[in-house]
């Protein structure tokens, strides 16, 4: 699908996308990094035709990390170590701090991008989301997620209620390019 790990060189060019993609205000491209610094795959941008098209963030937390998220106090800006899981680290949960395409094509394989993340490597571990869009909300209800927590009082934080298989296979079938996938 084209997506590959952010590079801390490339951080500038993924928080200018982030930015252009994602409503409202975003962390800062340092505090994004210093995420992806201790994580190293949190971050995923694809390129198309040279140019950055997509992206994929999913931030694996430890148990103190769902506990921060789900009492609010989670955040790129405000993140910890302690909250983070690293590479050799076991997640206690995968945050879904967002996903964005500049065209249909590229919010399709954002969406592919995730659900393979998420079979491949977390699905054993609920994943917890926010939607700020008409769009997003409807997206949580297609992968059966639910209402676990109001932390700031106001947005909703989803959490999964297991992997969407139906839903997952039939959108995994393809790859952008059309290439059938492997079952897995």
Known sequence: MGFKPVQLSEIDDFHALADA???GEIA???DIGRVQQWTRT???MRRWNG???G???SIPLSELGVEALLAGEFGFANARREWVCGPDQRASALLSWGLAGVTPHAQAAALRALLVGWR???ADVRVYARARTTEGKAL???LNFEICAYPDGESPLYGSTGFPQKLGDLL???TVLGQWEGRS
């Open 120 to 122: 491949g490597f977390y």
């Open 28 to 30: 800062s491209a340092s």
């Open 51 to 53: 140019r950055p098209d």
């Open 42 to 44: 949190s971050l995923h």
């Open 140 to 142: 949580m209800r297609r």
């Open 21 to 23: 993609l994602i409503d």
């Open 172 to 174: 995994l079938k393809r």
């Open 55 to 57: 992206f994929v963030a």
